[in-house]
């Protein structure tokens, strides 16, 4: 099984995306995180193996938060879905640690 945090600060995406993955017996949100700060706190509490981490949230965003998931040593992997198909936030999130990096669908 494998454990999925989202993290986006737009809740119908967050909607969309747990029911996306929660259609399939494999995936299990194990929570969901408005913006950056929360997503490292609950990526703490429960360890998820993949968070899919928006870029522009308010306050910490997920470039940052993915820096601070990725500096714990932690196994959880970041993957970056943004609707922003820019080179420089691909390198950015990559540089941070994200193992790969999706745009969303228009």
């Known amino acids: 099984m494998t454990t999925v945090l989202i993290a986006d ?10 029911m996306l993955l929660e ?6 949100v194990v929570g969901e995180a408005a913006n950056g700060t ?13 968070v899919l981490m928006d870029i522009r949230m308010p306050g910490l965003d997920g470039i940052e938060a993915t820096r601070r998931i990725v500096a714990t040593g932690a196994r959880t992997r970041v993957l970056i879905v943004t609707t922003f198909d820019l080179d420089a936030y691909a390198y950015d999130g990559l540089r941070a640690g994200a193992s790969g990096f999706l ?4």
Do not use: I, N
Request: proline letters at 6%.
């Open 23 to 28: 259609s399939q017996e494999d995936l299990t």
């Open 9 to 18: 600060d737009q809740p119908m995406q967050r909607f969309g995306f747990r």
């Open 103 to 106: 745009v969303k669908d228009a």
């Open 38 to 50: 929360e997503a490292v706190r609950l990526t703490d509490r429960h360890r998820p193996d993949v």
